[in-house]
């Protein structure tokens, strides 16, 4: 029965991680593309618009003019929650004495997964500011 369990936690923290990081690419490349299309007028941007304002060009756009862009932005917000599951679940991994769950360099997978929940905060803080002033 533990072993079970240890394996639902696993691939739980697998599907994630594997989420996160294509939800990262995604954003990166959507980022890369708002830079480079207005490069011109960017010189007195904060940087709080660059990682607000990225889902207007890239492949974020094309997901979200999709019909399926609702379906992946209720992905993200799962996701979301379930990345801070699977952080506590490494923190208490990590710091455990018997037979790890998560071992070698994969265990340092946690940074990208902090780095996930702190951009989708500022992205979600912004899409509610802007929710708020209309």
């Not at 690419?25 to 709080?48: F, G, K, M, P």
């Not at 889902?55 to 996701?79: K, Q």
């Not at 979301?80 to 490494?90: E, L, T």
């Amino acid at each position: 029965m533990e072993g079970d369990k240890r394996m639902t936690k696993k691939k739980f923290i697998l599907i994630t991680d594997l989420l996160v990081t294509v939800f990262l690419i995604i954003q990166l490349q959507s980022t890369i593309c708002y830079i480079l299309e207005h490069i011109a007028v960017l010189h007195n941007r904060s940087i709080y618009d660059y990682l607000t304002l990225y889902s207007i060009t890239g492949l974020e756009y094309a997901i979200h003019i999709t019909p399926f862009g609702i379906i992946i932005s209720w992905l993200v917000v799962i996701t979301f929650f379930s990345n801070i599951a699977v952080i506590v679940i490494k923190i208490i991994d990590m710091f455990r004495k018997e037979e790890k769950l998560i071992r070698g360099l994969y265990r340092y997978f946690i940074i990208i997964n902090i780095l996930f929940v702190i951009l989708k905060i500022i992205y979600f803080d912004s899409y509610i500011t802007m929710l708020m002033s209309v």
